[in-house]
């Protein structure tokens, strides 16, 4: 089983790591599932929209709900997340990789990408999450173990990337 995670501290830090490390993965022949995510602005608005890109080559959706600058709470839209995963699993068959940019909330309680990370390891198929420090926990617990922690480096990620891959590191 391969399956590697990344926690960079800092908002945003592990979506906009990630989304490099994807293009740098792409443009390397490695065919990937799953999804890379921004953060765009908006002008008049406290918090950012989230929007994520189905790898390899979209579509983009936006996973955030405007429920306006006084909103507290979840903003995420649930039924546009799973409208990605199965995007992604359609991508699965076909892909060396599995990148999730996110092990949140919905797959600390076992749903989102979860059954979908679980199905690519069952497969054979390395999977790179990022994972922020709130849901680490949980994480652990799902990886029962037998997760990889990588650095922030682009170089150790790409590396651990082909060789689970069976690929020699540039």
Same mark, same amino acid.
Request: with cysteine; aromatic share 4%; glycine share 14%.
């Given at each position: 089983? *391969?399956?590697?995670?990344?926690? =960079?501290? &800092?908002?945003?830090?592990?979506? /906009?790591? /990630?989304?490099?490390?994807?293009?740098r $993965?792409?443009?390397? &022949?490695?065919?990937?599932?799953?999804?890379?995510?921004?953060?765009? #602005?908006?002008? &008049?608005?406290?918090?950012?929209?989230?929007?994520?890109?189905?790898?390899?080559?979209?579509?983009?959706? #936006? =996973?955030?709900?405007?429920?306006?600058n &006084?909103?507290?709470?979840?903003?995420?839209?649930?039924?546009?997340?799973?409208a990605?995963?199965?995007?992604?699993a359609?991508? /699965?068959?076909?892909?060396?990789?599995?990148?999730?940019?996110?092990?949140?909330? *919905? @797959?600390? @309680?076992?749903?989102?990408?979860? !059954?979908?990370?679980?199905?690519?390891?069952?497969?054979g =198929? !390395?999977?790179?999450?990022?994972?922020?420090? $709130?849901? $680490?926990?949980?994480? *652990?617990?799902?990886? @029962?173990?037998?997760?990889?922690?990588?650095?922030?480096? @682009?170089?150790?990620?790409?590396?651990?990337? *082909?060789r689970?891959?069976?690929?020699?590191?540039?």
């Amino acid at each position: 089983m *391969q399956l590697a995670y990344v926690s =960079i501290p &800092g908002r945003g830090a592990n979506d /906009l790591f /990630l989304a490099g490390v994807a293009a740098r $993965l792409l443009d390397g &022949g490695i065919r990937l599932a799953g999804t890379v995510q921004t953060n765009p #602005r908006r002008e &008049g608005r406290i918090k950012c929209d989230m929007d994520l890109r189905v790898l390899p080559d979209g579509p983009v959706l #936006r =996973i955030s709900e405007d429920r306006g600058n &006084g909103a507290r709470g979840c903003r995420l839209d649930a039924g546009v997340l799973e409208a990605a995963v199965s995007g992604v699993a359609a991508a /699965l068959p076909g892909a060396d990789l599995l990148l999730v940019n996110k092990f949140g909330k *919905q @797959e600390s @309680e076992g749903r989102g990408f979860a !059954p979908l990370i679980a199905e690519a390891l069952s497969r054979g =198929i !390395p999977v790179l999450c990022g994972v922020n420090g $709130l849901n $680490l926990p949980a994480f *652990q617990g799902f990886a @029962e173990g037998l997760a990889t922690a990588l650095p922030g480096d @682009e170089a150790a990620v790409l590396d651990w990337c *082909q060789r689970a891959c069976g690929l020699q590191p540039a």
